[in-house]
Structure formats: C-alpha cells, structure tokens
Nanobody
Framework: QVQLVESGGGLVQAGGSLRLSCAAF????????VGWFRQAPGKERELLAA????????YYPDSKKGRFTISRDAAKNTVYLQMNSLNPEDTAVYYC????????????????????WGQGTQVTVSS
C-alpha cells in the first residue's frame, strides 16, 4: 500500500514555470514506477511523463517532449514534474500515480496499469 500526495500546483501566467511534487508514503514507497498525468475539463486523462523506480529510465509521449521533465529523489520518496513555457491549454488537474514493479528499470506508460493515484493538484495558467 502506498499513498501519494501531490503539491505545487497553483495559478501561473502564460510563459511561466511550475514544479509539481509527488510524495509517496508507505512501507515500500520507493519500489514503484511513477507517472504524471493531467485531466482538463471535458478531456481524457493523459500521460505527461513516467519514471522507473530506480530513476534511471524515463518516458515522455512525443507530444510532451521538451516542456516537461520528470525526476526522482529516492531519499525523499518524491517524484517531481518540472513544467516550463506554460500556456492556458495546460490548465488541468495534475495527478501522480504509482505502479509496483519487480523490475526497477521499468516505466509504465498505460494509465490502467497504475495501482495508486494521488488526489490531484490544480494548475491554472492565465493568458
């Protein structure tokens, strides 16, 4: 069992940056691959980035490469999402999710394979 708590969302002007944090709590909180997703009103949840629990492997969908960077601090059991050059279309609720895997190098690309989800943090980008 693991609990995820996102933070770092808020209101930012277009062109600005934010860094989201996903803190994991639980006995084996470090043994999970983690992904960042977002969901805007009326739209499907989409994957932004994923990282293996070793932190050595990352994945970004082609459409998300360049502005998003995922990283992991194992000592703090925290995964970060750095977001740059934000625009109003980035307005959404951002979620992190965790998938337990025996393979410390694996990344999980499919939302349905994630077992645990945080409560989400709102990001609003003003024009």
């Amino acid at each position: 069992q693991v609990q995820l708590v996102e933070s770092g969302g808020g209101l930012v002007q277009a062109g600005g940056s934010l860094r989201l944090s996903c803190a994991a709590f639980g006995r084996t909180a470090s043994s999970y691959a983690v992904g960042w997703f977002r969901q805007a009103p009326g739209k499907e949840r989409e994957l932004l980035a994923a990282i293996s629990w070793s932190g050595g492997n990352t994945y970004y969908p082609d459409s998300k490469k360049g502005r998003f960077t995922i990283s992991r601090d194992a000592a703090k059991n925290t995964v970060y999402l750095q977001m740059n050059s934000l625009n109003p279309e980035d307005t959404a609720v951002y979620y992190c999710a965790a998938d337990w895997s025996e393979d410390r190098t694996a990344v999980t690309r499919v939302a349905s394979e994630y077992e645990y989800w945080g409560q989400g943090t709102q990001v609003t980008v003003s024009s």
